[in-house]
């Protein structure tokens, strides 16, 4: 009986060596997990500020310069349908046909470039960041 009390003594002071040394070794394992994930939070808000970025840079150049580019073109085309109806009205209903085509490049620029940036963001002074707005 006292070899079997003995015995059972052993293997449980062996177990919970076994155990500490266990715990020590996974500590150093743990705080690198956290680490890494704090990283890759720090790295994905970067990608999504960088992102927004781009979309801004990108959404300003449609709507100020192709939007800019088709806006004079519309003038010039409703000048030239105005001087047309007069001397050549067979042209004039070209000229409103690329009028029209204009127009809706024109709108069609100006979604495309509300749908990559929104200007209620910038109007309301909202920052997206790590894909929640705040």
């Known amino acids: 009986m006292v070899i079997g009390l003995g015995s059972g003594l052993v293997l449980a002071l062996a177990g919970m060596v076994y155990i500490v040394r266990w715990k020590a070794r996974r500590k150093p394992g743990i705080h690198s997990s956290v680490k890494a994930g704090f990283q890759l939070e720090q790295l994905s808000a970067r990608l999504v ?7 801004r840079s990108i959404a300003r150049e449609l709507h100020d310069e192709i939007g800019q580019a088709l806006g004079a073109l519309l003038v010039d085309l409703g000048r030239f349908s105005t001087v047309l109806a007069d001397e050549r009205p067979e042209l004039k209903a070209q000229v409103e046909n690329m009028k029209s085509t204009a127009e809706r490049t024109f709108h069609a620029v100006r979604n495309i470039s509300l749908l990559l940036r929104p200007s209620m963001l910038d109007d309301l002074g909202l920052v997206v960041r790590a894909g929640v707005a705040g």
């Open 49 to 55: 500020d960088a992102q927004e970025t781009e979309r």
